[in-house]
Each structure stands twice: as C-alpha cells, then as structure tokens.
C-alpha cells in the first residue's frame, strides 16, 4: 500500500489549503481513512477519520474548519483545511487501515505564518 500526500505549503493565517492523499489501489478496501499531524516535540494526533461508511470524525481544534472527504474513484482522501491558525503548523500523515493492519504515507508540511 502506497500512500501519497500532497498539497502542503505556507499559507497566512486565516488562508485554507486542500491536503490530497492518492492511494496506489482502490481505497474502498480500507475500513477507513484519514489525517494526522504531529508538530515537532509533539505526539501525533488525529485531525480527521473517514470510514468506508462514510462516518467522520474530527479532532477537537479543528471542528468547524477542516472538512475530510473522499473520491473513491480516484482513490484519493482530501482534507480541506480553512481559517487556518498558526497552531496548525506541523506535518500532515495519511493513514489508511484495515482491520489491525495501518499504513502511513510520507508527510505534507503545513506552515502557517504571516
């Protein structure tokens, strides 16, 4: 499995971004999919999941800005991040998982700054 993420960059506060992550097969093999992040000298933590039914979740600080969605017929997982705050600088991970086994893709920096 082959995860590709893509779409990071510097953006001012305030500005949004469209992180994608393309996935080598079809995603609807997965039980679900989604987006980390972990800023330096801090842990990893969930931004957004999407399951293969359609269910979502968020991480608490970004509710009401970032929106997860995917295109199963491109097999890709997009994140839509707007009213983006300094806080949110750090890496961005796509995940996907099936049953016990997770699959990581390479990081998308996110910085923002003014």
């Known amino acids: 499995v082959q995860l590709q993420a893509s779409g990071g960059g510097l953006v001012q506060p305030g500005g949004s971004l469209r992180l994608s992550c393309a996935a080598s097969g079809t995603i609807s093999r997965f039980n679900g999919m989604g987006w980390y992040r972990q800023a330096p000298g801090k842990q990893r933590d969930m931004v957004a999941v999407?399951?293969?039914?359609?269910?979502?979740n968020y991480g608490d600080s970004v509710k009401g800005r970032f929106t997860i969605s995917r295109d199963n017929a491109k097999n890709t997982v997009y994140l839509q991040m707007s009213s983006l705050k300094p806080e949110d600088t750090a890496v961005y991970y796509c995940n996907a998982f099936r049953g016990i086994a997770s699959y990581w893709g390479r990081g998308t920096q996110v910085t923002v700054s003014s």
């Open positions: 999407i399951s293969s039914g359609g269910s979502i």
